[in-house]
């Protein structure tokens, strides 16, 4: 039975603006689409101005990726001094327009096909450095992963990482292997911004293999951890059946240094944590 | 009558100060003039620091922010972040985070919005300005939680008018009574974003300054004040980062003169793209236009 509160019909109005399907199926009188709503709450939404929703749901998500994008991709907007190509003027093309008509704002899909847009825009870019293109999926990969459902409030604490605590891969981490040591290059491309002294070239990188972990926390927390095999490995120890006592043994590892990482993965979102009592 | 919205236009028509001060007689009260922080910008806010008397702050300063110790030591810094939504009560977090940031900036009030812009269930957001509907549910539930927000916190929280783009049916209470009835139940100030009236007025087809009348001016303690402009996807006026036209300026002059309790004036505009020329001249023509 559907909530029939008028909180439940702001989630509706809410998710008229931000789901574009949701808005099509609605205009189309779809009534599967609406199932999940109280048929008087159905013709609320029906009741409003469906081009006022539309010109305010097209102007919400354009403010809604621009923020996104002039955020995950500060690192290639640094680089615009030399080539001259801003991430988020891939918002205002014939493009991204017809993108925009489709998105369901916090989707994972739909944050995937805006980082499809501005990387596309990006790579037109001329006199880019060598590792431009590492960059531009570094920086898409923490917009993508930030996509998704997150929690606004909770009342949760977070569990204590012990010997007993039993943990598992979250599905919001994200691998990737590059050419070049990011990390490494990333706070020279920010302080770049504000340096008003006439480089004539980007800042160089030390082309070596990385990888690079990237995780969300439940509140959509992004954070991007150098990875390894070894890590990986560990992580793949923790199946959600085995308590991180018995991690470390498999591992080879003590118990302080794998209780140190999984209670940094656990903050960052990586990993699930479960509390088993004795 | 509404302006046609553009961008400033740099006129020789601006108000003498002097006329400004008669038109808005502020007796022995002092009006601080500020602005957003906007980091990009923050040598240049330093350098021009007698145009500042506050910064309004949208964003927890970040670690690589090398102006901020100083931007704290020169400027009354103002808690102006998302926090929350108040149609739900803070969980401890949000309250934790919100006592943490008021204390680092000694904000001497922390706003928050007359806002409802994700769902229950986390599933959507809107990321930006989407009003409650205006009902008698919503006016208890931001009763309730601001109420609840307000012991929580060491300092008077203030809560800033958010406009819509199209009426809702359900909305049963227009929105200055609903803030009225609000204000009257809560101890709590009223941010005025004089844009924000504007462009609803504009959308309801009202002369803004008898909308902005329906409002409870008595209980303003800080007003925005900000450029407008005709947005392409809305087809439509909107905030933009944009000084104040000469319109604005007059409409902000009449605010200030209207609201007896009003201790700031901000000029809202908080994004990477908004220029230091911008800044300086929207400051500089809000304290010409107002005497400060």
């Known amino acids: 039975m559907a909530a029939t509160s008028d909180r439940a019909l702001q989630d509706a109005l809410i998710r008229l603006l931000a789901d574009a399907p949701f808005r099509s199926a609605l205009s189309a009188g779809d009534e599967d689409a609406l199932t ?3 048929p008087e709450h159905a013709a609320v939404l029906r009741a409003v101005s469906p081009d006022r929703v539309r010109r305010f749901a097209r102007f919400i998500a354009r403010g809604y990726y621009h923020e996104r994008v002039a955020h995950f991709y500060r690192y290639s907007h640094a680089l615009a001094r030399w080539t ?26 739909s944050a995937h096909d805006v980082a499809a847009l501005v990387e596309s825009h990006l790579a037109a870019a001329s006199d880019a450095p060598p590792y431009a293109a590492d960059l531009r999926r570094y920086e898409s990969a923490q917009m993508i992963i930030e996509a998704g459902p997150r929690v606004w409030r909770s009342s949760a604490s977070s569990p204590a990482i012990t010997a007993t605590t039993i943990a598992a891969p979250s599905a919001d981490i994200l691998v990737l292997d590059f050419a070049w040591d990011l990390p490494a290059l990333l706070p020279t491309l920010l302080a770049a911004r504000t340096d008003d002294s006439a480089q004539p070239s980007p800042p160089r990188a030390t082309r070596t293999p990385t990888q690079l972990l990237f995780a969300r926390s439940p509140r959509a927390r992004v954070t991007v951890m150098r990875w390894s095999d070894s890590l990986a490995h560990l992580l793949s120890t923790m199946d959600g059946t085995r308590a991180l006592r018995d991690v470390a043994a498999a591992a080879g590892l003590p118990d302080h240094d794998v209780l140190e990482i999984a209670s940094t993965l656990a903050e960052v979102g990586a990993i699930h944590a479960t509390e088993v009592s004795q | 009558m509404r302006e046609r919205a553009g961008s400033i236009t740099h006129d020789e028509s601006v108000t003498h100060p002097t006329a400004a001060a008669e038109r808005s007689p502020r007796g022995e009260r002092t009006l601080q003039i500020g602005a957003f922080y906007n980091p990009h910008l923050a040598r240049d806010t330093l350098d021009a620091a007698e145009l500042f008397d506050h910064l309004a702050m949208a964003d927890p300063p970040r670690a ?27 969980d401890a977090h949000a309250i934790q985070r919100s006592r943490e940031l008021a204390a680092l900036y000694d904000s001497p009030w922390v706003a928050e919005h007359f806002q409802c812009l994700h769902t229950e269930d986390g599933r959507f957001s809107l990321n930006y300005v989407f009003p409650p509907l205006y009902t008698e549910e919503f006016l208890q539930r931001f009763i309730t939680n601001a109420t609840l927000l307000a012991a929580r916190l060491d300092r008077p929280l203030v809560m800033e008018n958010i406009p819509g783009f199209f009426d809702v049916a359900a909305s049963t209470i227009p929105e200055p009574h609903w803030l009225t009835r609000f204000f009257d139940a809560t101890d709590t100030g009223f941010l005025l974003d004089l844009p924000h009236v504007w462009i609803e007025a504009a959308f309801k ?5 008898a909308f902005l009348h329906e409002f409870p001016l008595d209980r303003v303690i800080e007003i925005h004040t900000g450029g407008i402009t005709t947005d392409v996807d ?16 007059d409409f902000t002059a009449h605010a200030v003169a209207v609201c007896p309790r009003v201790r700031a004036v901000t000029f809202d505009a908080f994004t990477p793209e908004l220029s230091s020329d911008v800044l300086i001249e929207a400051v500089t023509r809000v304290r010409y236009r107002l005497g400060c």
């Open chain 2, 205 to 209: 087809r009202e002369d803004p300054y």
């Open chain 2, 64 to 90: 690589d922010d090398r102006y901020f110790a100083a931007v704290k030591e020169r400027f009354t810094l103002l808690l102006h972040d998302y926090l929350g939504q108040l149609s739900e009560p803070y």
């Open chain 2, 234 to 249: 809305l087809d439509a006026p909107w905030i933009a980062p944009t000084a104040p036209n000469d319109a604005m300026l």
């Open chain 1, 84 to 109: 001259r190509c801003r991430p988020v003027d891939a918002l205002r093309t014939p493009a991204c327009d017809a993108l925009l008509d489709r998105v369901i704002l916090g989707s994972r899909d």
């Open chain 1, 36 to 38: 999940q709503i109280p």
